[in-house]
């Protein structure tokens, strides 16, 4: 079961505009559309299947993000009208084939979520210890001669 909480959803006659809040900036436009960046396409998946509580099934007319600095400008607008259906299609396929790689009792869980992506704060990087093993694999290295690269 997929859900969430959508910040904003507007109804009207064209369709649903679903809107995130962001005091941060928002993802790329790339990242949205190659899935990287799939919470609204996401919830536009959930309310395209009748997901949200008091809405049918709907079409979707917008995503959008709006990100509120609180400066000036207040705020930006940042919106993806294009072929919502398909993106929100993807999301789902993409999701469902994560939810079936890992429902297999022979996928490992990886220590980093995305190896070479750099994250202010990873939980699960923490939880995983990935600095202590890293650490302790190239000081053993280091004492073999192997220059300590990993």
Known sequence: TLSARADRIEARATGLTITDYKTGTPPKKADVLDGRAPQ????????????????????????RYVQASGGEPAGTTHE???????????????????????????????ALRRPGTRYAYDAYEHLARVKAWTD?????A????EGGET
């Open 40 to 63: 609204l396409p996401l919830e536009a998946a959930i309310a395209l299947r009748g997901g949200f509580s008091g809405l049918d099934a709907h079409t979707i007319a917008c995503l």
């Open 80 to 110: 993806f009208t294009e072929d919502l259906g398909a993106l929100a299609d993807n999301a789902w396929s993409k999701l469902e084939a994560l939810v079936s790689l890992y429902d297999r009792v022979e996928t490992p869980y990886q």
């Open 136 to 140: 302790a694999h190239e000081t053993e």
């Open 142 to 145: 280091a004492a073999d001669g």
